[in-house]
C-alpha cells in the first residue's frame, strides 16, 4: 500500500519488489507492505518505511547571459543563468562549457546554489557558453548558447617614435611601430609632446602648431575603448619652416647708387651665410662680399650709369634665397656734347669740287676738366674721288681740352648721302654724326 493514494491504494504482486508508476514528482511517498499465503486472512501490514521523493532530470536551462568583464587588463568573461525547473529533486551541480571560436575552450561545474561564473578568457577571441543542470535523477539536456561575446583590454605601447622635421612650419612628422590592438580595434592613436597631456594624432602622424627653431619630444599611445600604455619618448626633433627670401632696395645719387638689405631669420635653421655683390661703372659684376643681417652700401662714380646688386642667404640646409635691386646715377649736370660742324667752304677746284664741299670742324659744349684726343671717320670708302681729305680716313688725331669751342681742321669733305662721324676720348667719351647735306655749307 502506497501513501498518499495513488489510484486504489494497493497492489497486488508477487515477489519482493514494485515500481510505483504516476506517482507526482517532488511528493513524498511511504509504503507498507503485508504477505498473503493459502490461509484465508493476509498478514499484519508492516511498519511504513521511509519516505521517498520521485523527480526526473531537470529542464534545460536558458541561454545563459555572457558579457566582458570591464577592465583595461583583465582579459575575463563573466555569465549567469537562471536555475531551470527542477523537476522533483533541487539541482546539485551545473555543468558549464565555455566555447572559444565555436569549439570548446574550458568545461567546469559549479555547485547547485551558484548560477554565476567568472573565468579567464584570452583577448581577441570570440565566446558562447552552454550549462546543464544536474539532480538526483540526472543530467538535465543543455541550454542553448548565449549570445558571443568578444574579449579585449587595452592596447599593448607603440613602438618608440622617430620624430623629423618636414621642412613646414611648426610640424614634426612621426613614425612609430603600431600597437597591438588586443582584441579590439585601434580607434586613435595620440601623442603627448615634452610630456605634456595627450591630443589626438593626426592619421598622417603629423604634429603640427609647434614653434620653429625649439627641441621636441613625443611619445605615442594607441585608444580603442580604452587607452594604452605610452611609447618611450623619441629622439628631439628641431621644427623649421621654409627660408623667407632677403629683401634689397636701391636709390639712384649724382653719380653713385646706395643699395639697403634684410636678411630673414633661418625659420628654425642657422644661417651659415649672408652675401651680396654690386656692379661697377663699367657694368661688371664684383666678387661676393659676407655682411651683417641688414645694412648699406654706396657704390659707383659715375653719371647716368646704372648699378645693379644682389643679394643672397644660404641656410645651414643647403636652401638658399635671393633678391636683386638696380638704380641709376643722375645725369651729368654739365651734360657734355659734341657736334660735327660745316660752316667753312672748302671749294677746290682740283680738290673738292662738289658744291656741298666744306671744312670738318667739330663744336663742343661743357666739357669735364681733361685733355680730349679728336678722330674723324665717314662711311665713304676709301679711293672713291677727290672730295675728300686722305686725314679723314688716316683718322688724323687732334687734341683739345676741356670746356666749350670750335674745333677748325684743314679737312674738307663734299659726298652728300655719307656720314662724318666724330670721336672725342678723354675723361668723358662723345660721339656724334651728321649726313652729309646736298648743300653749300652755311
Not at 597591438?180 to 609632446?193: A, F, H, L, M, W
Not at 594624432?201 to 600604455?229: E, H, K
Not at 651665410?273 to 654690386?278: D, K, S, T
Not at 648721302?417 to 667719351?429: A, K, Q, R, W
Request: proline fraction near 8%; charge should be positive.
Amino acid at each position: 500500500m502506497i501513501s498518499p493514494a495513488v489510484g486504489s491504494g494497493q497492489v497486488n504482486v508477487s515477489g519482493t519488489s514494485y515500481t510505483w508508476t504516476g506517482l507526482t514528482n517532488g511528493q513524498e511517498y511511504q509504503v507498507q507492505v503485508r504477505a498473503r499465503n493459502a490461509a484465508p486472512d493476509p498478514s499484519e501490514w508492516s511498519g511504513w518505511s521511509a519516505g521517498e521523493i520521485p523527480a526526473g532530470v531537470p529542464d534545460a536551462p536558458a541561454a545563459p547571459r555572457v558579457q566582458r568583464v570591464d577592465s583595461p587588463v583583465a582579459a575575463q568573461i563573466t555569465g549567469s543563468w537562471e536555475a531551470p525547473f527542477a523537476n522533483g529533486d533541487a539541482v546539485s551541480q551545473y555543468e558549464v562549457t565555455i566555447l572559444r571560436e565555436g569549439a570548446q575552450f574550458r568545461q567546469f561545474t559549479v555547485p547547485g546554489s551558484t548560477t554565476t561564473f567568472t573565468e579567464d578568457a584570452p583577448a581577441g577571441s570570440s565566446y558562447t557558453a552552454t550549462v546543464r543542470a544536474m539532480n538526483k535523477a540526472g543530467w538535465g539536456e543543455t541550454s542553448q548558447a548565449s549570445a558571443p561575446v568578444r574579449s579585449f583590454v587595452k592596447p599593448s605601447a607603440p613602438g618608440t617614435p622617430s620624430a623629423s622635421a618636414n621642412g613646414k612650419n611648426g610640424q614634426v612628422e612621426l613614425a612609430f611601430s603600431n600597437a597591438q590592438p588586443n582584441g579590439d580595434p585601434i580607434k586613435q592613436y595620440q601623442v603627448s609632446v615634452n610630456g605634456g597631456g595627450w591630443q589626438n594624432l593626426r592619421t598622417d602622424r603629423v604634429v603640427t602648431g609647434l614653434n620653429n627653431g625649439q627641441s621636441y619630444t613625443f611619445r605615442v599611445r594607441a585608444m580603442n575603448t580604452y587607452a594604452g600604455d605610452p611609447s618611450g619618448a623619441s629622439a628631439s626633433a628641431v621644427p623649421y619652416g621654409p627660408l623667407a627670401n632677403p629683401s634689397m632696395r636701391a636709390s639712384g645719387n649724382a653719380k653713385s647708387a646706395t643699395f639697403s638689405w634684410n636678411a630673414p631669420d633661418g625659420n628654425g635653421r642657422d644661417i651659415t651665410a649672408i652675401q651680396v655683390r654690386f656692379t661697377n661703372d663699367n657694368g661688371g659684376w664684383g666678387g661676393w662680399q659676407s655682411v651683417g643681417a641688414s645694412g648699406n652700401r654706396t657704390v659707383g662714380d659715375a653719371y647716368s650709369t646704372t648699378y645693379r646688386g644682389e643679394i643672397q642667404v644660404t641656410r645651414s640646409d643647403g636652401q638658399v634665397t635671393r633678391d636683386s635691386a638696380q638704380a641709376t646715377s643722375g645725369k651729368d649736370p654739365a651734360n657734355p656734347r659734341v657736334a660735327v660742324s660745316r660752316t667753312r667752304p672748302a671749294q677746290y677746284p682740283d680738290r673738292c669740287v662738289h658744291r656741298s664741299c666744306a671744312h670738318l670742324d667739330m663744336r663742343y659744349w661743357d666739357l669735364p676738366a681733361g685733355n680730349y684726343k679728336v678722330t674723324f671717320d665717314t662711311s665713304m670708302p676709301r679711293g672713291t674721288g677727290p672730295s675728300i681729305s686722305d686725314s679723314i680716313h688716316n683718322k688724323k688725331v687732334h687734341t683739345i681740352r676741356n670746356g666749350a669751342g670750335t674745333l677748325t681742321t684743314p679737312m674738307f669733305f663734299g659726298y652728300p648721302g655719307e656720314t662724318i662721324t666724330v670721336l672725342i676720348e678723354g675723361p668723358v667719351t662723345r660721339k656724334a654724326s651728321l649726313r652729309w647735306p646736298d648743300a653749300p655749307p652755311g
